[in-house]
């Protein structure tokens, strides 16, 4: 494992969770999200689980904090939920929730960690849903309300802000794939999500500047794609998945356009008008988070567009069955530099694994999750001797928790949770972090 050291004065190393996978959605006076509906709905997540309880965080943050503070992180990135601070998501504050963050985020100050916050990381309030979602143009205000409401509240205390975590994920996987809540699969409503979710993004980060609100940061994940073959088809898929996955958000955060062959496959379905919302949502932001796990390997495959498949790759895997390549965390932290960010300060605001963990005699042995932290911390050292403005790294997860459509079946933390107590263990990924952190 690398040493404190080895780093740059100032780098900042935390970790990040998410409110909905951690917190306990059913305490606190907190409104249905479409995650509760998408988990109810029979086949969608592993055993029907949801985040009723996940991790009781609502109850044992404190605690949680404490280990944030032990292992020597010096940042700690979270999200709220915007269910908890709107119940309907529009109109009637739950003061219960805003109470919560306040504790939360004085919590994180009394400690000296310094609190980075999403102000959404994928719990859509229920009602929302029932009005369209992120396929409603009007979501864009409605975020930019919410954001100004939550940030009314904790901004004077927040060291930076990010607004919507992993739009890929919010749309494509989400309305195409349909792998997440809402559980869509239609063309149009992901043309329409993908376009909403970047003005969303804008609007909000106008609204917050003028509020007064500043280290405003948009938050990508990348995976890289490999063609499976060097046949012209393969490298073209590869290029068309390069293009919907990696490059089409982030073009329109720093370019204020989108990549010529989304926009000729997908220009039909996307709402009218959509070219004069380019400026806003290229609205400044002040830093980029780059989310990295994984590369895929992409083969051509007959069918409609995007007419591509994932096929296995040959390195060894995580437990979500990812490839462990920490070559691409390189490759996104360079090509976001010198593409598209060009010297704003970046961020590795997520980058982790899921591993099958258990806890032996009290302890857990996660050497694999130990060396996978190792290689993509020496990608990050590389990318800075080069010269990219890496500022901060952020491991995903500080715990086990509800992972989405896996339920509580997939462990990424670095403090094994069991789910039936709710104890908590930190794992040898977590001994080696606090480890290379003191040193």
């Known amino acids: 494992m690398f040493k404190r050291s080895d780093f740059p004065d100032g780098f900042q190393f935390g970790a990040s969770t998410a409110a909905y996978q951690i917190e306990g959605h059913s305490f606190g006076g907190a409104g249905p999200t479409h995650w509760d509906d ?138 195409f794939l349909g792998q997440h809540a809402p559980g869509v699969r239609d063309i149009r409503a992901t043309a329409r999500a993908m376009h909403h979710v970047l003005l969303a993004h804008g609007t909000a980060t106008q609204a917050l500047r003028a509020a007064g609100v500043g280290e405003i940061g948009a938050v990508c994940n990348f995976t890289y794609a490999e063609p499976a073959s060097d046949r012209p088809e393969d490298v073209d898929a590869a290029a068309t998945f390069d293009d919907y996955y990696n490059n089409f958000f982030i073009s329109g955060l720093f370019r204020k356009e989108y990549p010529a062959r989304i926009v000729e496959a997908l220009g039909r379905y996307f709402p009218d008008g959509w070219q004069d919302d380019m400026e806003l949502i290229g609205a400044p932001v002040d830093w980029l988070g780059v989310n990295y796990y994984t590369r895929e390997i992409i083969a051509a495959e007959p069918g ?98 509800y992972e989405w459509s896996f339920g509580y079946e997939k462990r990424f933390g670095l403090v094994h949770v069991d789910f039936e107590t709710l104890e908590r263990t930190p794992k040898a990924s977590y001994h080696a972090l606090k480890a290379a952190l003191a040193s």
């Open 304 to 401: 409609p567009w995007p007419a591509l498949k994932s096929v296995e790759g040959p390195l060894p895997k995580t437990q979500m069955g990812w490839e462990i390549y920490p070559e691409g965390l390189l490759h996104f932290l360079r090509r976001c530099d010198a593409e598209f960010s060009h010297g704003l300060p970046l961020n590795v605001t997520e980058n982790g694994m899921a591993n099958a963990d258990v806890v032996v005699a009290g302890a857990v042995d996660d050497r694999a999750r130990v060396d996978y932290l190792a290689r993509h911390f020496d990608a990050a050292r590389q990318a800075i001797a080069e010269g990219v403005p890496l500022e901060g790294y952020f491991v995903w997860s500080l715990l086990d928790n």
């Open 38 to 175: 998408f988990a109810a709905t029979p086949g969608n997540v592993v055993r029907a689980e949801n985040g009723a309880i996940a991790c009781d965080h609502y109850h044992r943050w404190e605690a949680d904090l404490d280990l944030i503070r032990d292992a020597g992180f010096d940042a700690y990135r979270f999200s709220a939920s915007w269910a908890r601070v709107l119940p309907e998501g529009r109109g009637t504050v739950n003061e219960e929730g805003l109470d919560f963050y306040e504790r939360l985020v004085d919590g994180m100050l009394e400690r000296g960690i310094k609190p980075m916050i999403t102000l959404y990381h994928w719990e859509l309030p229920s009602a929302l849903a029932d009005l369209g979602g992120w396929r409603n143009r009007d979501i864009a205000g409605w975020f930019a309300d919410y954001a100004e409401i939550l940030m009314g509240r904790l901004g004077d205390r927040i060291w930076k802000t990010a607004t919507i975590n992993e739009l890929w994920c919010v749309s494509f996987l989400s309305h």
